[in-house]
């Protein structure tokens, strides 16, 4: 739809400040009322059974610009994230579904990193093992979104094939001040490296949280403390210039 496009909120890695990835973020402009924030448009677009085909046509959007940055000789380093929702998860075919958008829109499943939120992939745990491993064996990487906020079983945890803990923003905000944030920060961070995953800090808009999430060992970090979400051509335009964060 013309009226959607995709920003692009970068990440960093926090041991070396290097422009690591991106997670690609839907925003719709109305011509009658300007841009619409999605947490007003994705609720509505949930509640009248849209959410499955705006999921598809973000992720087409994000495989088709992986592939345009790659053919203007200026390839994304990482993987772009696309968020999936619930419903997504639920279609039967959703990993065909998948598989095929990344083909048509010529981006190779290892560009991209589907995000998966803990509330929908606990909605039904022994369907979410089998549908994430079928993603996985494709090509596909896969994190968990806003982690700490659902109700995951530790036991189911350890089956998903899961390479990302996102720990979610609403635990950021309060560190290093809040220590029950810090408490759960440092949980997240500690059990997630048992696992062997990466874990990313969303949310991060100060030094002071930036510096005590590398403290704790959290690989990576996305917020306004850098960057807020930008444009296609904005974030080439970063990779170009090797834009780093500053750590000093």
């Excluded at 041991?15 to 011509?31: C, F, I, N, V, Y």
């Excluded at 947490?39 to 849209?50: H, M, T, Y």
């Excluded at 345009?68 to 999936?84: F, H, I, K």
């Excluded at 408490?183 to 874990?199: R, Y």
């Amino acid at each position: 739809p013309e009226e959607l496009t995709l920003f692009y909120q970068p990440l960093f890695e926090l041991r070396s400040g290097r422009l690591l990835g991106a997670e690609a973020l839907m925003r719709w402009t109305d011509p009658e009322w300007g841009s619409v924030s999605p947490a007003d448009f994705i609720p509505i677009a949930e509640e009248r059974g849209l959410i499955v085909s705006l999921g598809e046509w973000a992720l087409a959007a994000a495989c088709g610009q992986v592939r345009q940055w790659e053919t203007d000789g200026r390839p994304m380093p990482g993987r772009v994230a696309v968020n999936v929702s619930a419903r997504q998860l639920e279609d039967d075919g959703f990993v065909d579904t998948a598989i095929r958008i990344a083909r048509e829109n010529g981006a190779a499943p290892a560009r991209i990193e589907l995000e998966l939120t803990e509330s929908g992939m606990m909605r039904d745990p022994d369907r979410a093992v089998e549908i994430t491993q079928a993603l996985a064996a494709a090509g596909f990487s896969l994190s968990i979104d806003d982690f700490g906020t659902g109700y995951s079983s530790l036991a189911y945890l350890k089956k998903f094939p899961i390479a990302t803990l996102k720990i979610d923003r609403s635990f950021v905000i309060g560190v290093p001040g809040d220590e029950n944030d810090c408490a759960i920060a440092q949980a997240i961070v500690t059990m997630g490296k048992q696992l062997h995953h990466e874990i990313v800090a969303e949310g991060v808009e100060n030094r002071a949280q930036m510096d005590f999430l590398r403290m704790l060992g959290c690989d990576q970090l996305q917020g306004y403390l850098f960057s807020p979400p930008v444009t296609a051509d904005e974030l080439a335009r970063m990779i170009s210039e090797g834009r780093r964060l500053s750590l000093d």
